[in-house]
């Protein structure tokens, strides 16, 4: 058995509860943490990669709304080793402060703090489930105790044209939070950077009897019952040791040595909220482009999901004079697919996806078991599981025809839900 080390002693929680309203109709039956990402994956599966990567195995979920399809994922994709002390659990909204579902982050965590009592940790790490990035958490720990700091926010330089959409920290030389200033006009900037503001990615290490004492406090007050907005803010005004932590000096192993040092810039700090379709489609997106940013490549740092016995993807037909020729480029087709003189471009395909023949499929994301149709033409939708596209159909060229059968958003992209009956 290894020696014990630090981490032996961080518990994780995960906070995965989310509605996403924002996203819907794609979490019209599922949480937003179990809406599917880069073809295979879940997007709970990034954020649990990067603990797992890092050397931090005892997590807790905390699940609330819709958490079936959820915690059957994860009860059957993440399988870690009990007799080293390891475990991915979930937990769903236990109800045990009163009969009333998560009130905010922080009521979360409340309500389920017998774990924490339980584990005796000495760090706890709280984070969302419902980002897309990369990072070696360790390095955020290490940052941490060097600063002997009670709690320490994960932080984001935005530029300031942009940083009003945010929660802003004001930070003094020492990375030390002075104060928070909540999606104001005019956010200060970072010491010696009069361009760029530090936002908050909603991702807190936390000593564990203050976090422990600032939860009974909260419990006991008409507050939003939120992290950001009440207890993390209340720590600071009492001269709490709290920090940030620059997100944009978090290295990943095998990031840097393989690509130009002008790629480098570009690939650390990568940072998605993917609260919206537009947001969630660009992040799909990202991932095909020649160097994506968030790269699937690593080996170093792999992101992890369940296994499966799909065979590999198959592209068959090549009949140039008819057109009739199976392709895919600047796309991810997961395994299980079969491209049948269909041409696909700038899409990302789940596994199990039938495409025929003459069908046109581009800057699309296909969900598990998607058929498209011969002659179909679909561009810039996203198509939830199980939904078969009938041949010729067309989808993503006219929004007015789109929008009486789908939902469309603001920037034309054409959303299908799960199971869809689609006439022709």
């Known amino acids: 058995v290894p020696m014990a080390t630090h981490n032996d002693r961080v518990l994780v929680m995960i906070l995965a509860g989310g509605e996403g309203k924002r996203l819907a109709p794609l979490t019209s039956e599922r949480a937003k943490p179990a809406v599917p990402f880069g073809g295979r994956y879940r997007i709970i599966d990034i954020v649990l990669s990067n603990f797992v990567n890092s050397g931090l195995t005892r997590i807790k979920v905390l699940t609330q709304y819709k958490s079936a399809s959820l915690e059957e994922h994860i009860s059957r994709a993440w ?80 530029p300031k044209a942009e940083a009003s959409a945010f929660g802003v920290i004001e ?18 900037t970072m010491p010696g950077r ?39 803010p209340r720590m600071v005004r009492e001269g709490r040791p709290v920090f940030a932590y620059d997100f944009m000096t978090n290295e990943i192993p095998g990031e840097e040595a393989e690509v130009g040092a002008e790629f480098v810039k570009t690939s650390r ?57 199976g392709t895919a480029t600047e796309s991810l087709v997961s395994h299980g697919c079969i491209v049948s003189g269909g041409r696909i471009h700038r899409s990302v395909l789940a596994p199990g996806c039938r495409i025929h023949s003459f069908s046109e499929i581009q800057e699309s994301v296909l969900f598990e078991r998607v058929i498209i149709g011969r002659h179909a033409k679909i561009r810039k939708a996203i198509i939830d599981k199980d939904v078969e596209i009938p041949a010729g159909t067309v989808i993503g060229y006219d929004s007015e025809a789109d929008r009486r059968r789908f939902t469309v958003t603001a920037n034309g992209i054409v959303v299908i839900p799960k199971r869809a009956k689609i006439t022709d």
């Open 269 to 325: 700090g990568y940072w998605r909220d993917i609260g919206t379709i537009e947001a969630y489609w660009e992040a799909q997106m990202d991932l095909i482009a020649v160097q994506p940013q968030f790269n699937l490549y690593n080996p170093r740092w792999p992101i992890r999901t369940a296994n499966s016995h799909d065979p590999p993807a198959k592209f068959v037909f090549r009949d140039e004079t008819l057109a009739r020729v």
């Open 171 to 188: 930070i003094n030389e020492e990375g030390r939070i002075i104060a928070f200033h909540e999606k104001v006009a005019n956010p200060p």
């Open 79 to 158: 399988h870690l080793n009990p007799m080293l002390g390891s475990y991915i659990e979930t937990i769903p909204a236990q109800m045990r402060t009163g009969i009333s579902w998560y009130k905010g982050s922080a009521d979360a965590v409340y309500q389920c703090s017998h774990v924490i009592d339980d584990d005796q940790p000495e760090l706890v790490c709280v984070f969302g489930g419902d980002h897309v990035y990369k990072m070696d958490v360790a390095q955020m720990l290490k940052f941490h105790r060097r600063k002997s700091a009670v709690a320490t926010i994960a932080a984001i330089p935005v």
């Open 194 to 232: 009069d361009d760029v503001c530090l936002a908050s990615m909603g991702n807190y290490v936390f000593e564990t009897q203050a976090l422990r004492d600032e939860l009974d406090w909260d419990a006991r007050r008409d507050t939003r019952h939120d992290f950001g907005h009440d207890v993390l």
